[in-house]
Nanobody, 120 residues
Framework: QMQLVESGGGLVQAGDSLRLSCVVSGRTIYTYTMGWFRQAPGEERKFVSAIKWGGDSTDYTDSVKGRFTISRDNAENTVYLQMNRLKPEDTAVYYC?????????????WGRGTQVTVSS
């Protein structure tokens, strides 16, 4: 099994930055696609970003391109999401996930999420 624990969320103002971390235990992330998803109140969980196992390919949903950056440290079994120029519409619970394919992810392991709230 793989356990994923997100951290770094919080309450910030529009225009601020946050860096989310996802620490993984139980398995090495080296062979996994790692992704970030978010779920706003009353909405479905949606894809935000993903990074291929070697870190050589990334993907972003259009609304965060140019503002968010995903990265990974396989040696530390950790994935990051740097979020800059945050907007109120970025408010959501952010989830980390691990999958076994690229593209598409086929995510099989999920964290419990971290809340990000952006005030206007």
């Amino acid at each position: 099994q793989m356990q994923l624990v997100e951290s770094g969320g919080g309450l910030v103002q529009a225009g601020d930055s946050l860096r989310l971390s996802c620490v993984v235990s139980g398995r090495t992330i080296y062979t996994y696609t790692m992704g970030w998803f978010r779920q706003a109140p009353g909405e479905e969980r949606k894809f935000v970003s993903a990074i291929k196992w070697g870190g050589d390919s990334t993907d972003y949903t259009d609304s965060v391109k140019g503002r968010f950056t995903i990265s990974r440290d396989n040696a530390e079994n950790t994935v990051y999401l740097q979020m800059n120029r945050l907007k109120p519409e970025d408010t959501a619970v952010y989830y980390c996930a691990a999958g076994n394919s690229w593209p598409g992810g086929n995510y099989e392991f999920w964290g419990r999420g971290t809340q990000v709230t952006v005030s206007s």
